[in-house]
Antibody
Framework: VQLVESGGGLVQPGKSLKLSCSAS????????MHWIRQAPGKGLDWVAY???????VYADAVKGRFTISRDNAKNTLYLQLNSLKSEDTAIYYC????????????WGQGTLVTVSS | DIQMTQSPASLSASLGETVSIECLAS??????LAWYQQKPGKSPQLLIY???SLQDGVPSRFSGSGSGTQYSLKINSLESEDAATYFC????????FGGGTKLELK
């Protein structure tokens, strides 16, 4: 299992960013996928989940601003981040479910998003 | 929303000792509890799922227990490589992490 995130960077408050997670080493379409973030020096914060059938769930802190999606043909997971706030500054990890659905078991290396003017 | 309270926030122990880390859920999570280890600059690694099931490749000195709202991770015979931050995660209702426990080796 390999997961590689990309798309992070410095962005101004109120702007948008789209993160990608390229997956390999497993049948991507068969697994639920998570986005989890970690502010610098802080704990883990679950962000969003998309099931193998593309059902989605969001944390209250990002609901209405972030959108998780997947392209099974490209083996890629996405996270669209809109109306960004300074408190969204974090390393964003994608992770694969332990079985077809469920807890995150395999994590990428993360991509850093910094929201600052 | 289910809240997870993890304790202690930090812990210092010697090589060979046994330590325990606790997670308290705000309601019954029916053993839907996982534990992760995160070393500095690295991604978290899954240790335990469904409260007490050891993930493949994880040393047997790690064990999990608990039920209802109270769960614990025990690490026997501490080794230097166990220095890390440990997090619990409930997946009974969506997903919520505990605040983390930083384990330092003396």
């Amino acid at each position: 299992v390999q997961l590689v995130e990309s798309g992070g960077g410095l962005v101004q408050p109120g702007k948008s960013l789209k993160l990608s997670c390229s997956a390999s080493g497993f049948t991507f379409s068969s697994y639920g996928m998570h986005w989890i973030r970690q502010a610098p020096g802080k704990g883990l914060d679950w962000v969003a989940y998309i099931s193998s059938s593309s059902g989605t769930v969001y944390a209250d802190a990002v609901k209405g601003r972030f959108t998780i999606s997947r392209d099974n043909a490209k083996n890629t997971l996405y996270l669209q981040l809109n109306s960004l706030k300074s408190e969204d500054t974090a390393i964003y990890y994608c992770a694969r479910s332990v079985t077809t659905e469920g807890i995150p078991a395999y994590w990428g290396q993360g991509t850093l998003v910094t929201v600052s003017s | 929303d289910i809240q997870m309270t993890q304790s202690p926030a930090s812990l210092s122990a010697s090589l060979g000792e046994t330590v325990s880390i606790e997670c308290l859920a705000s309601e019954d999570i029916y053993n839907n509890l996982a534990w992760y280890q995160q070393k500095p600059g690295k991604s978290p690694q899954l240790l335990i799922y469904y409260a007490s099931s050891l993930q493949d490749g994880v040393p047997s000195r790690f064990s999990g227990s608990g039920s209802g709202t109270q769960y614990s991770l025990k690490i026997n015979s501490l080794e230097s490589e166990d220095a890390a931050t440990y997090f619990c995660l409930q997946d009974s209702e969506y997903w919520t992490f505990g605040g983390g426990t930083k384990l330092e080796l003396k």
